[in-house]
């Protein structure tokens, strides 16, 4: 005789049916692809564009700005029909993101600090950024079995990481290109992703 299959093993989570993350993977996308791609034009003592060192800076933390922005309304949204275990995956994951970046702060400030060098930071940022962004998706596509997210996730902290072993402008180019049009590739995807967890 079979057993009744209970109701949380038959709906899928909540959050994984609702969270929409076009917009989240479009706005970062948009912001890696013009900040790091910024910071890959103007980087050398011969750039193919000359730009003020301000301008990629400006850049790449506006676009990031307003992408966390787009994400927090998105998962808001999304999380006021979540109640019980995707609630509180949904709360911890977004105190995540402060503890992560807390840790990367702590990291990169220490390291500049012992090494007395200042252009450390210029590369441990993006980078670092990368892989602790990576290490969240990977986090959170496990917690709600979204394989595209987990997916993206493990692409960009491995190419992020992999970028410190680069010289020159090639880090950026790796951020901009094969980040930035990671997240292009999975907003695309993201639509398909919703059909199939409902």
């Known amino acids: 005789m079979s057993q009744p299959v209970s109701s949380t093993e038959a709906r899928p989570s909540t959050l994984r049916v609702l969270l929409d993350n076009r917009p989240s993977y479009l706005s970062f996308g948009l912001a890696w692809l013009l900040g790091h791609g910024a910071y890959a034009l103007s980087h050398g003592a011969d750039p193919l564009l000359r730009l003020p060192a301000a301008v990629p800076t400006a850049l790449l933390i506006a676009g990031l700005l307003i992408a966390m922005v787009i994400t927090s309304v998105v998962t808001m949204r999304a999380q006021r029909g979540a109640t019980g275990a995707d609630a509180v995956v949904g709360n911890l994951l977004a105190v995540s993101w402060l503890v992560g970046f807390g840790a990367l702060f702590l990291v990169i400030t220490a390291l500049s600090s012992a090494l ?16 602790i962004v990576g290490l969240l998706y990977l986090a959170g596509g496990a917690a709600y079995r979204d ?13 992020s990481t992999a970028a410190l072993f680069l010289d020159g402008a090639s880090p950026y180019w790796v951020l901009a290109l094969a980040g930035g049009g990671s997240y292009l590739v999975a907003a695309a995807v993201e639509p398909r992703r919703r059909a199939m967890a409902a």
């Not at 394989?147 to 190419?159: E, R």
């Open 116 to 131: 007395a060098q200042d252009d450390l930071k210029m590369l441990l940022w993006p980078t670092g950024s990368g892989l």
């Open 147 to 159: 394989v595209l997210q987990y997916a993206l996730g493990a692409w960009l902290a491995l190419t």
